[in-house]
């Protein structure tokens, strides 16, 4: 009897790479060399110049110096309790609001939350700006605020009233997708069992909210530890960490002790960081796939009780940014507020700030294409292909890092490592590509979460019956994945270009006088004195934003009527 014939094995797949798959891999190494240079690379070169130094200045004595600095020691203290200050008023007041948002049945829904969004159309100035105009030496309630007990707007508690305005949205709009993933049964049993309506929502409705609350708490505390703006226009002589930076940096050229409160500014924000990933690595899912969406059921007294509430906090919000506006066309506070343009003209021609905020356009726009093709790129070459098993926890790893760190400490890195004279990169140094490189690894983390959480709804048979029909996967990629993302993308690429407009504390340090920023611009002219031009140019900031966002509202809709029919419902 003959035996049968076996067959052949084949080769292993690693052995025969396709070229298509060489090609990843070479996307992939570019990605992490991006990352590589414009984050590990500066921050390495921060520690370097933080153990510089001679005798009792160098290594490890450079830390210990600090710390035995009453000042300096005093600035950390004033950075922890502002942040932990700010984190616990906003949290419960944004929580509130989301709450309302989510669980009851108040009309407007849609605009109340709009409103809340708009600080983060401008920079973190026009909320400091604004505080000026009401509280400060000539505020319009400024025997108001001395009533209440405080002596001027500039110190803590204008830092502290200015970042509540600013973190807001931020906190916000964590809480709603937290409240947003409820399961109706839960509820439904509560009600069978006569639960009554605060058990629910201590045994309930918190214990589902409680790692979006942390994140939210997380987020806040960082945001404002690392701000730069605030302090800067209405700290006065108030010293926190990131002015501490600015001044040892521009104004002492002590570049050892600057990087050494850049490293200790660094300490809080990686500390964030690490409880907020334990905490997602123990977050379980709220919604099951037998999950019944909450639906709230209308209730007058709740509903108005709600709609009061919120409609007082989004008064406090246009309050401060109505103020901003209109004291941006106040011809001369507070002696004539007859309408004016005076201010637009001092900041755009007499200031020269018009061509700073074409800067901005170009950086913002740069910053979008740039940021978001590296950040697709770089999510798509993660999750659809396979190989370099060893160099994907690396390029995650590189991705999520930028959340940690402080744009002030990303900006001081790039000027160690790429104003070094030895580096090959030297000529990059005060341009705008290198502006733009710092403005997407800022920003980058943000972007990543979101399109890999994109690409991981799309289910793998597409790839697998792309492979098994031998489809090529490119063919796979632009019939199939790129359809369904672009949505997620346009998302994305408003994100990089808001925020590229809006940022400060990445910049400050690299621009030049030919790529300086509108953003900048505006702590110039506030520095100057020149508070109505600062106050129009942050204006001008903040209708810009709007404008372009209304232009990515019009192109998304447009998109998903030409990529997204599947979504419809039959008919």
Not at 4 to 33: E, K, N, T
Not at 35 to 53: F, H, M, R, T
Not at 464 to 487: D, E, G
Request: proline share 5%; net charge positive.
């Amino acid at each position: 009897m003959n035996a049968m014939a076996l067959p052949v094995a084949a080769p292993p797949l690693r052995q025969r790479l396709h070229w298509s798959d060489r090609v990843a891999h070479a996307g992939l190494l570019a990605v992490v060399l991006l990352l590589v240079l414009g984050l590990l690379a500066p921050l390495v070169a921060i520690l370097s110049q933080s153990l510089q130094g001679n005798g009792a200045t160098a290594g490890l004595a450079a830390f210990t110096s600090y710390l035995a600095s009453p000042a300096l020691l005093g600035s950390l203290w004033n950075s922890v309790w502002v942040s932990l200050l700010v984190t616990a008023i906003v949290l419960p007041l944004a929580f509130t609001f989301a709450y309302a948002l989510t669980r009851s049945c108040m009309p407007g829904k849609g605009l109340l939350r709009s409103t809340m969004l708009l600080p983060l159309l401008a920079p973190s100035l026009l909320s400091a700006i604004s505080m000026i105009y009401w509280f400060g030496n000539q505020g319009i309630a400024k025997d108001f605020w001395q009533g209440l007990g405080f002596s001027g707007i500039y110190g803590a508690s204008g830092i502290v009233l200015a970042q509540c305005f600013a973190t807001f949205p931020h906190v916000l709009m964590i809480l709603v997708t937290a409240l947003s993933l409820a399961d109706a049964r839960l509820y439904e049993a509560a009600d069978a069992m006569g639960t009554g309506m605060v058990r629910k929502f201590f045994t309930i409705t918190l214990p589902g909210a409680k790692y979006g609350l942390i994140s939210a708490a997380l987020v806040c505390f960082t945001l404002v530890i690392t701000d730069f703006g605030i302090p800067k226009v209405v700290g006065g002589n108030f010293n926190v960490l990131a002015t501490d930076v600015f001044k040892l940096v521009i104004g002492q050229q002590d570049f050892q002790r600057g990087a050494v409160v850049a490293l200790l500014l660094l300490l809080p924000a990686v500390l964030t960081f690490g409880v907020d990933a334990l905490v997602q690595r123990k977050q379980t899912a709220t919604l099951t796939a037998r999950a019944v969406a909450l639906v709230p059921r209308p209730r007058r007294g709740f509903d108005t009780l709600m709609l009061l509430y919120c409609l007082a906090i989004a008064a406090l919000v246009l309050a401060m940014f109505g103020m901003a506006v209109f004291a941006s066309f106040a011809k001369f506070w507070p002696y004539n507020l007859t309408p004016s343009l005076n201010h637009y003209v001092a900041g755009l021609v007499d200031a020269g700030v018009s061509t700073a905020l074409f800067n901005s356009l170009k950086l913002a726009a740069g910053t979008a294409v740039v940021g978001t093709l590296v950040v697709f790129v770089g999510a798509y070459l993660l999750e659809k292909t396979r190989g370099m098993d060893a160099l994907r926890p690396v390029v995650r790893l590189l991705a999520t890092l930028p959340m940690a760190v402080p744009g002030l400490v990303l900006g001081l890195g790039y000027i160690f490592f790429f104003n070094a004279p030895g580096n090959p990169l030297n000529a990059l140094y005060q341009t705008l590509p290198l502006m733009v490189l710092c403005t997407v690894v800022h920003f980058y983390t943000t972007g990543h979460i979101t399109m890999v959480t994109a690409l991981k709804a799309i289910d793998a048979e597409f790839e697998a019956v792309s492979a098994s029909l031998k489809v090529p996967q490119y063919t796979t990629f632009w019939r199939v994945t790129l359809p369904i993302c672009l949505p997620v993308l346009l998302d994305v690429s408003r994100y990089f270009f808001i925020n590229a407009m809006t940022t400060i504390s990445a910049v400050v340090f690299l621009y030049s006088p030919d790529t300086r920023l509108a953003s900048l611009a505006i702590l110039n002219l506030d520095e100057a004195g020149d508070t109505g031009p600062a106050a129009a140019m942050a204006v001008l900031i903040a209708a810009t934003s709007a404008v372009v966002t209304l232009l990515y509202l019009g192109l998304g809709k447009l998109v998903d009527k030409r990529t997204q029919a599947w979504r419809a419902p039959e008919r």
